[in-house]
C-alpha cells in the first residue's frame, strides 16, 4: 500500500509537471504515454502477490525506461546511455529469472504466501556444485538479489544510472524517485521472510549496500553536472536502504525509500536547465 500511494502520487505530479514542460515538444503525446505506460507497469510490480505478476512488472519497466530514456533518439548520447541501460538490466534480470526458477522448481509456486510459508521447510535443503554444498535458499536469496541490484543501481552494476540523464528531466525524476530504481529495494522488502533464512545473503546484502553508499557519494563529490551529482546521490541513498534491509530493518528501509522518493523527485524537477 505504501509504495502503491508513493508511485501514483508522484506520478501523478510528474504527470502535470510534464504537461507544461514538454508543451512545445511535437512529440508531447508519444512521452505522455510512455509515462503513462511506466507507471502502469510499475504499479503491476508493486500490487502483485506473485513472482510471475512481480516479473511481468519488471520487465515492463526495464523497457519503458529504455523508450523514456532514448526519447530524443536523434542523439547519439541518448542512444548509448538507452541500450546501456537496456544491457545492464537485461543481465540482472536474467538472474532474478533464475532465482525465481530456483524456488518454483523446489517450491512448486510462484504466490509470495505460499512461498514464504514453505520456506522453513525446504531451509535446509542443499545440493552440489563444483564440489561445493550450496544451500537452496542461499542461491534464491543472491540471484534475487543481484536481480535487484541491477535495477537499484548498486556498486558494480551501477553504470547505467547517470548516463539515464540524457532523457529529459521528467524520467530522470520518476525513474529515480518512485519507480524503477526503487524497485530493487521493494522486492528485497516483499521477500524480507525468505531472506531471514539465509544469513549469508544478509552478509551479502549489507556489504553491497554499505560499500554503493561509501562509493557512490565519493564519485558525486567530483562531478561538475548537477543531474549527475543527484544521480549519484540516488545510487548512494539507494545503498543505505539496501543496508537497512541487510541489518534485518525493513521498516526503515521502506521510510528511507519513501522520504527519498518525494525530496529526490523534486530535485530532478528543480534541476531544469
Known amino acids: 500500500m505504501i509504495m502503491l ?11 502535470l509537471y510534464s504537461s507544461q514542460y514538454m508543451a512545445h515538444d511535437p512529440h508531447l503525446s508519444r512521452f505522455m504515454s510512455y509515462l ?19 516479473f511481468v512488472g519488471w520487465e515492463g519497466v526495464g523497457f519503458c525506461s529504455y ?14 546511455a538507452a541500450i546501456k541501460a537496456m544491457l545492464v538490466n537485461r543481465i540482472s534480470d536474467l538472474i532474478l ?3 525465481v526458477l530456483t524456488i518454483f522448481y523446489n517450491i512448486r509456486t510462484i504466490e509470495y504466501f505460499s512461498t514464504f510459508a514453505a520456506i522453513s521447510i525446504v531451509k535446509d535443503f542443499k545440493f552440489i556444485f563444483f564440489n561445493y554444498i550450496l544451500s537452496i535458499i542461499d542461491v534464491a536469496c543472491i540471484l534475487i ?18 548516463d539515464a540523464m540524457e532523457g529529459p528531466t521528467p524520467v530522470s525524476a520518476l525513474i529515480h524517485a518512485a519507480t524503477m530504481v526503487t524497485a530493487g529495494v521493494y522486492l528485497t522488502a516483499r521477500c524480507s521472510p525468505m531472506f531471514e533464512y539465509s544469513m549469508f545473503s544478509l552478509k551479502v546484502i549489507t556489504v553491497i549496500g554499505a560499500s554503493t553508499a561509501f562509493f557512490a557519494s565519493t564519485v558525486g563529490l567530483v562531478q561538475n553536472d548537477f543531474k549527475k551529482i543527484v544521480a549519484y546521490s540516488t ?20 521510510f528511507h525509500l519513501s522520504n527519498h522518493a518525494y525530496f529526490k523527485a523534486l530535485l530532478f524537477l528543480c534541476s531544469v536547465q
Open 5 to 15: 500511494v508513493v508511485v501514483t502520487s508522484i506520478s501523478t505530479l510528474v504527470h
Open 36 to 54: 503513462s505506460l511506466f507507471t502502469f507497469f510499475m504499479i503491476i510490480l508493486v500490487t502483485g502477490d506473485n513472482f510471475m505478476q512481480m
Open 67 to 80: 523508450l523514456l530514456i532514448n526519447f530524443w533518439f536523434t542523439r547519439l548520447q541518448a542512444n548509448k
Open 97 to 99: 529469472l533464475l532465482g
Open 145 to 162: 538479489f543481484i536481480g535487484a541490484m541491477g535495477k537499484s543501481a548498486q556498486i558494480f552494476l551501477h553504470l547505467w544510472l547517470p
Open 235 to 254: 545510487c548512494s541513498q539507494l545503498g543505505y536502504m539496501f543496508f537497512a534491509c541487510g541489518l534485518s530493518n525493513y521498516p526503515l528501509a521502506i
